[in-house]
């Protein structure tokens, strides 16, 4: 599997970041220690972002399926905004804006909003790992986040794939 490649943050942009995921928590200050101490925070969705949740086997689909789309950093690169892998859950996390879509995704993706709670990695931490999650494609700037109807068409493209792959 590939990866996007890294674009280098100034320090004061891996700030800004860091502060603004920080702020999903009521006390942000906890998400500096916890990324101090593990590499990955806990943090609260809903408030100021959300997340869909993709199954690897979906994301390949659509890669797979589509000539222009021949690798999973193309079609996730294509959604516009930060991508997190989990490679021990065999996962991708979308990050999107704060608005549930207006129906159910499907048996691949989930949308995660209030309630939910996501493991993000430290800014800057994204080269693959068998274990810890890392950003596959990186924020780039505060509340710079993925387009919601790209990562539908996506989810809508990869279950056909799919669909017609358990039919076959």
């Given amino acids: 599997m590939s990866t996007p490649a890294s674009h280098p943050l100034k320090g004061a942009d891996s700030t ?3 502060d603004w995921l920080a702020a999903s928590l009521n006390t942000p200050g906890n998400a500096h220690r916890q990324w101090a101490e593990t ?5 609260a ?11 690897d086997q979906l994301v390949y689909a659509v890669a797979v399926s589509s000539p222009a789309m021949t690798t999973a950093s193309t079609v996730l690169g294509a959604l516009g905004g930060p991508i997190i ?3 021990h859950s065999r ?3 979308a990050l999107v804006p704060a608005s549930p879509p207006g129906h159910v995704l499907g048996p691949h ?6 309630g939910c709670f996501l493991g993000v990695p430290r800014v800057g931490d994204d080269q693959p790992d068998e274990l810890a999650s890392y950003w596959f494609v990186p924020m ?3 509340g710079a986040l993925c387009d919601p109807n790209r990562v539908l068409d996506l989810v809508e493209t990869g279950t056909a ?3 017609r792959m358990t039919e076959s």
Avoid: C, D, M, Q
Avoid at 39 to 43: I, M, P, Q
Avoid at 109 to 114: N, Q, S, T, V, W
């Fill in 109 to 114: 993706a989930e949308y995660l909003g209030l």
């Fill in 39 to 43: 590499t990955v925070a806990g943090l």
């Fill in 91 to 93: 996962r991708f996390y």
């Fill in 161 to 163: 794939v799919l669909n």
């Fill in 140 to 142: 780039t700037r505060p």
């Fill in 16 to 18: 800004a970041i860091s």
């Fill in 45 to 55: 969705l809903g408030r100021r972002f959300a997340a869909v949740r993709l199954e």
């Fill in 85 to 87: 892998h989990a490679p």
